[in-house]
């Protein structure tokens, strides 16, 4: 397969797992399986979990393995962007060319949905014991995705990000938003497929390395299509950023300067995980070079 196909066929399986988030036993009320199924069912890039499974075949790991602690980061990924579109953050009405779940279900239901989804995610993520991940790095991934994922990571970037709207002098100031909001994820669903391989410290800091690098450009790269991507490609509104009033790589350094940055981190990443370190490292290399060149 090319890597078209194995992001293709990988986001396929995926959306396979996460079709019944739920097990059907649990008395949940229906509007509330219904809200969080429609934003989970909404599609999208499916690159976290991609990158777990990945990151576990670079070291010899099974998908089967992987793939709950694959379903937990797009629970985490997705509670996150409920939770963002809503009136008191970004305040969008689609997402993923989709009416957002405050739209469809009222904010009450959107804001509880994402709390399922958080933590139905820690839930998946344990499951991964069932496939024989040692009870040992099972907890680990846990650990790392509480960590990743809140107030140290992902949460205390949109805070920041939030913040930000009021003006930002240093790049410094954007760099710790966009590593927090965007590539704390990155990270942790490498060294969390990592993890269920058994990597080592070498090979998890090679991993780790390799998605803070790639995090980085990922987000730099979302700066640059908010301004010359298109709602029909990206199935959001557009210029959003400017509308308001959020600093961004191209607002701060140019366009081009933008653009070299992503090329100089997606090389940096590259060599992170470059000279043997992992066994199988050619798909990681794949998917650094496709989404420095993707257009949604």
């Not at 949109?158 to 965007?182: R, W």
């Not at 269920?196 to 690098?213: C, I, M, N, P, Y």
Request: hydrophobic share 40%; aromatic share 6%.
């Amino acid at each position: 397969m090319n890597i078209q196909e194995y992001i293709a066929s990988y986001a396929k399986e995926v959306e396979g797992e996460l079709q019944e988030l739920f097990p059907r036993l649990w008395d949940i009320p229906d509007v509330l399986r219904q809200s969080a199924q429609y934003s989970i069912d909404a599609g999208g890039k499916r690159l976290r979990p991609i990158l777990v499974l990945a990151a576990a075949e670079a070291l010899g790991g099974r998908k089967e393995a992987a793939m709950p602690v694959a379903c937990a980061i797009e629970m985490v990924h997705t509670y996150s962007l409920i939770h963002d579109d809503l009136p008191a953050m970004d305040n969008d009405d689609y997402r993923r060319g989709k009416l957002t779940n405050h739209k469809v279900y009222g904010e009450a239901m959107a804001i509880l949905a994402g709390d399922a989804l958080l933590t139905q995610a820690f839930y998946s993520a344990s499951q991964a014991r069932r496939h024989g991940v040692p009870a040992e790095q099972v907890l680990n991934i846990v650990e790392e995705l509480a960590e990743y994922s809140g107030a140290r990571g992902m949460v205390g970037g949109q805070v920041a990000d939030m913040k930000g709207e009021q003006g930002i002098t240093e790049l410094s100031g954007l760099e710790y938003i966009h590593q927090h909001k965007t590539s704390d994820l990155i990270m942790f669903s490498l060294r969390a497929g990592g993890r269920v391989a058994g990597a080592d410290d070498k090979q998890l800091e090679a991993l780790t390395d390799f998605g803070r690098s790639i995090g980085l450009a990922f987000q730099i790269q979302d700066d640059i299509l908010d301004v010359t991507g298109t709602q029909e490609k990206l199935g959001k509104a557009v210029g959003s950023d400017e509308k308001q009033h959020k600093v961004t790589y191209p607002f701060f350094i140019g366009m081009e300067e933008s653009e070299r940055r992503v090329a100089q981190l997606t090389d940096e990443a590259k060599t992170a995980i470059a000279g043997g370190v992992l066994p199988k490292p050619q798909r990681l290399l794949e998917l650094a070079d496709y989404l420095m060149k993707r257009d949604r």
